[in-house]
Structure formats: C-alpha cells, structure tokens
C-alpha cells in the first residue's frame, strides 16, 4: 500500500495490517489508540458516516488486534456501527474517506471486503450466535483458533443474543463474549478497583485454583455445588456478572475499555482460558471528542463537518421528512384519543418519536431492541382494546414476520405497522435497503398494505389505518417528502386507486413515492397514470379497465420485482384471463448496494429517465 506521509500519525501509518500492530511494542498502544481516534474523527467528518460509536471502541480494537492472530483467530463485530478503526487497522485505512459511498468501503463489516470481516453485519445480535458456530467449528479444527464477538450492551437486550449465551453455555465451546457497554449509568463501577479485580479473576492463579478445585471436587457433588456457589457469592459482590454465570459464561469485569494497557493484559489472560468467557467492558461512546460524549445519538451518524466546531450543521429549511410527518401525526391521534400506543424497538429518534415520547409518556414504549416482542406486545394491547401503532423500519420487521403473522394477522387484531426506510436507503447498503415488505406481507391474509406516493397521502393513508378494524401496514420511505399542502385527515376507501392522468397504448399503475417520476416518463410517453395507493387489497376494477384500453400495462414500484406488487397484478390478469402484457420495474433479484437513493435510482433505471426507457424497449416488442 502507498500513501502519503502524515506526521500527525507516525504509528498509525505504519500499519497495514494487525501484524504490523503487533510488532510494535506494548508501550506504543496508548499513542497508536490516540493516533487513529484522530484519524477518525478527521476522516469522518470529511467524508460523514458513523462516527460515535467508533470512537468508543478504540483502545478496545487496538487491544484485541493485539492480542488475537486475526485474520486467523475470528473477531465478529456485531452490528458494526463501532468497527470503523477496525477498518483502519486491517489495511482499510487510506479507503475510509469513501465508506457508505457508491463504489466505496461499506458501511459495515463486509465479508466479500475483508479476510478479517467473519461475518457480514448491519442488523444487531447475531454476532454470539455466529461466533458460537465458529467456536463449534474450531474445536473440531483442533488448531488452537480463537473465536471473539464483540456485542454492544444495546444490541445485548434482543431475544437472539440470550438464546445463543443460553446455548453456548450449555455446550460450552471455548468462546470470548466481549460486552461492549457505553451505557454511563455503571460508571461508578469503573474504576482502580474493578480493573484489579477482572486481571485477577483472569489471571493464571485464580484460574488454575478454580478449575483444579472443580477437578478435586468432581467427585463430592453436593460439595461442588457449596464451592461454587461461594464463588458466585463473592463475585456477586462486586460484579454484576450473575446473570451470565447462571447462563454458563464465565464472568469477567466491569472493566474501563479506554485502557488499553489494562485491556491487552486482561485479553491476554482470558486467551487461554476454556469454556466460554464473558468480558464486560466499560466504554463512552463519542470517548475523545467532547461534543459528540455530549451527543452520542446526534454524533452516532454524522454528515461533513468542522470538527473545530461544538455543533454539527443545522440542516437547511426544507420540507419535513416522512418520519416526521408520522410523529406529527402520530402526537395528533394521541392528543385526541388516550388509547393510541406508540411502540419503537429502540428507534424513538429515527421513526420520528422524541416528540412523542416527550409530549405522551404513558403512550410511549421502547422495548429496546426486540422486534419480535414489540409486534407481540402491540398484539396484547390491541386485544385489550388499546390502538398500538408499531413505529418499525422496513428491514427490521423482518425479524418479527412469525409474529406479524401468527399473533396479529390470524387473529385479525387492529394493529397498524408504520414502517418506515421502505425502499432504497441508500448509504446503509444492502442490510438496511428496504426492498421486501410489499413482498412479504401481501401474501398475508387480513392485513392491509398502502403505499402513499407524497407526504399528505402518507398521513391519511396512518389515519385510515388508525381507523380501519384489523392489521394495516402504510409503508414509506427514508427522506423527505415533496412539499405538498396537507388535507384535511379522512379515511380513504380501502383498495381504491385515483386516476393522475388519460393517455394512450400505455396505463402506468403506481405504488408509493415514484410518483414524480412515473408522471414525467408518462408526459414524455403520453402513457395513462393510476396512482394505486394499496398494494392489498388491489383495485380490481381499475387494473382490469386498463388492461382493456391499453397495449401494455406497466407497474413500478421501489420493492423487489419478485413477489411485490407488480406480481399481484400480474396475478389478477392471469385469474380474469386478461393477456394484456405486463413489465414490472423495481428492484431486481439481487442485493441492492450502497451509495446515494439519487444514484441507485439512477443506476436501476428508477428514474423518469430510466422507467421511459424500460417502456420504449418493451413496446418495440409489441
């Protein structure tokens, strides 16, 4: 690798590889840590991306690319928001300017980028259960491979995570959990005391007197059994680590993970050790740059900035976002009826919440990160009478389709989904495009799924949900919307489409915010226009005049092809036995990548430009 000299970074740009890391001397660590949080916060506020997260995690990656062999020894990240000096220290370094750029690094950890990514990632909790697999794997290899996942203490409250500690526990596969927790509230515990305590319930002594004292009791069960649960009392004492002992880990911490020295000896001594091993690791998110320890959520995804500066740039003027225009609306149906429940797997601020949950406390549930709980809990207040309005992104309800499914839909319970990021997100990449919902959930018997095309259709496409008895999903997209007025709220008459304009051999059917494109291609074409607006139940009649006054009927949509809303139509042609053909434009069979929603729209041809060529091509087949 080239590059050019910096003499801000002395240590950092020597290093291209963790086993340039691990050449230098343990003394260098301190100034190699500060070093690449400089270059963090340089490069990202150049370039934007996330940024608070990744400072909070630096003494702990420079500490285990220390002490692990990676690429061989196998570190998951979970989720990877934090693991941006990971792809500094692991040859990424002079690339970092172009993460979450089209063509450019990706957001997170990526397998087809990197030896040392094991596990691509972007949702959150799937790190121990991968690297349980792993640990499982590397025993049956019998070459002494390590196996880490580092989780954050947020991602630590899903479901999946206790289900691989519970199992990983049971089988106890020889694997290192590193609990990542930049929740302040424990700071008190972090301290002189705390980091003595974990170097020495991972040091040699205590650990050779602990399991020779399991071997000489093994026969004496009861005794065993009185040993051990003096040992939990006394760590019980001074850590907070029962929980994961009772699972089968054992516990080792609260210790500061801003002390990198601290951390390579404790990393050391938990190498060696078998069974599995919990790390509890104490960190500050935004650690290093004062205005981002202030504001850890306003500085965990950042656009360009002057890092001189205690503020990020205000954003101009515009006209609202659709998470806003849900909020808005969501704090209007509260404010007039006590019964609405708004619930959030730990998204209050990107569905558009905070005011929410400011103005209707008593209204407002986070359940942390548990999608499968939040579409459950939404199910019980809705037998009890309560409007739950689950406020959810488009790829995270996939995680909660069982539950979508077996205990809203079955019981045909009222429901309403808001699902926001639906369709391209763009920098997030494929683990966050949402290109599956109309997919998935119009193949659902009893729900409802509205694709409004701007921001006025958006708000009464949540009230008629509000409204309607029964499972509703409105589905919308990240960004903003187009500056149309509001009208006032009403309940649209389910499954009915509106005419946007008459035109000749070609009827374009609509579903969601492409509108604008769809309407210019269908001037240049002087094709007809039916903004669809529910994808379930269709508007059978209007499909079906169509098909009889046009050569080709057209459907675009920003889902995948396979399964969306162009196929119901298609499938509503083939019942009726109407051969009037059919192109669907959307998004292809193929994981869309990142880069701008301009650009990928662009690029798949979702543009005016693109869908008027689509059509041209398929009506020289006619």
């Known amino acids: ?21 691990r050449g230098l001397p343990k003394q260098t660590l301190k100034q190699v840590s500060d070093e690449l949080r400089h270059y963090l916060l340089t490069s990202v506020s150049k370039s934007s991306g996330h940024l608070a997260s990744g400072l909070g995690t630096v003494e702990l990656t420079v500490a285990l690319h220390y002490v692990y062999k990676t690429p061989f020894d196998h570190l998951v990240w ?63 290899e019998a070459a002494n491979r390590k196996v880490v996942a580092v989780i954050g203490d947020g991602a630590m409250t899903a479901g999946m995570a206790f289900e691989a500690l519970n199992h990983a526990g049971d089988i106890s596969p020889d ?13 008190e515990n972090v301290g002189a005391l705390n980091s003595h305590f974990a170097r020495l319930l991972s040091g040699k002594f205590y650990t050779t007197l602990r399991e020779g004292g399991k071997q000489l009791l093994s026969g004496m069960p009861g005794m065993r059994e009185l040993v051990s649960k003096a040992e939990e009392h006394v760590k019980g004492m001074v850590t907070p680590g029962t929980i994961f002992e009772e699972l089968g880990f054992n516990y080792i911490g609260p210790i500061d993970g801003h002390d990198v020295d601290s951390l390579v000896e404790t990393l050391q001594n938990m190498r060696s050790m078998k069974g599995p091993q919990l790390l509890h690791v104490v960190t500050r998110k935004g650690k290093g740059y004062a205005p981002a320890e202030k504001d850890p959520i306003g500085y965990h995804g950042v656009p360009k900035f002057d890092p001189s500066t205690d503020s990020l740039p205000s954003k101009p003027a515009s006209v609202p976002s659709y998470s806003a225009v849900f909020g808005e609306w969501l704090c209007e149906m509260a404010a007039a009826d006590p019964n ?8 209050r601020e990107g569905s558009g919440m905070v005011e929410f949950a400011r103005r209707f406390p008593k209204q407002y549930y986070d359940v942390a990160i548990a999608e499968q709980h939040a579409v459950t809990f939404g199910a019980g207040l809705a037998i009890a009478g309560m409007k739950p309005v689950v406020a959810i992104y488009s790829t995270f309800l996939q995680r909660a389709y069982d539950q979508v ?37 119009r193949c659902v018997p009893n729900m409802v799924v509205m694709t409004p095309s701007d921001e006025n259709e958006c708000r009464l496409m949540l009230y008629t949900g509000y409204q309607h008895n029964g499972p509703t999903a409105v589905r919308y997209p990240r960004g903003n919307g187009i500056g149309v ?55 059978h009649e209007a499909i079906l005049a169509a098909a009889e006054d046009h050569e080709l009927i057209v459907t675009v949509e920003e889902n995948a092809i396979a399964g969306g809303a162009g196929s119901a139509v298609c499938e509503l042609l ?35 430009a693109g869908i008027t060529s689509k059509i041209k091509a398929r009506l020289s087949l006619l």
Request: net charge negative.
């Open 485 to 539: 007025d509001y009208t006032p709220l009403e309940t649209l008459p389910i499954g009915k489409s509106v005419a946007k304009r008459d035109g000749k051999r070609v009827a374009i059917l609509n579903f969601g915010i492409l509108l604008p494109e769809v309407l210019s291609a269908a001037e240049t074409l002087d094709a007809s226009v039916i903004d669809m607006r529910f994808v379930k139940p269709l508007d």
């Open 78 to 140: 979970d989720v990877g928001h934090q693991a941006y000096p990971h792809k500094i220290l692991t040859g990424r370094r002079d690339e970092l300017h172009t993460i979450r750029q089209k063509d450019g690094l990706h957001p997170f950890p990526w397998r087809d980028e990197s030896e040392y990514d094991v596990l691509s990632v972007g949702h959150s909790s799937t790190s121990i259960s991968a690297a349980l697999g792993l640990a499982i794997a590397a025993e049956k």
């Open 340 to 347: 609405v429940v708004g619930i959030t797997p730990a998204m």
């Open 405 to 441: 499914i077996h205990d809203v839909a079955l019981q045909n319970l009222p429901v309403l989904f808001a699902i926001d990021r639906a369709g391209i997100v763009g920098a997030d990449g494929p683990t966050h495009q949402g290109a599956y919902d109309l997919s998935y959930l």
């Open 175 to 187: 694997m290192l959990v590193i609990l990542n927790d930049n929740d302040m509230s424990i700071s």
């Open 574 to 608: 083939n019942v009726h036995n109407v051969a009037t053909p059919v192109l669907m434009i959307g998004l292809p069979d193929e994981f869309i990548k990142h880069g701008s929603q301009d650009e990928i729209r662009a690029e798949l041809g979702l543009d005016a």
């Open 1 to 21: 690798m080239t590059h050019a000299t910096n003499p801000a970074f002395p240590l950092l740009e020597k290093i291209d590889s963790p086993a340039d890391l």
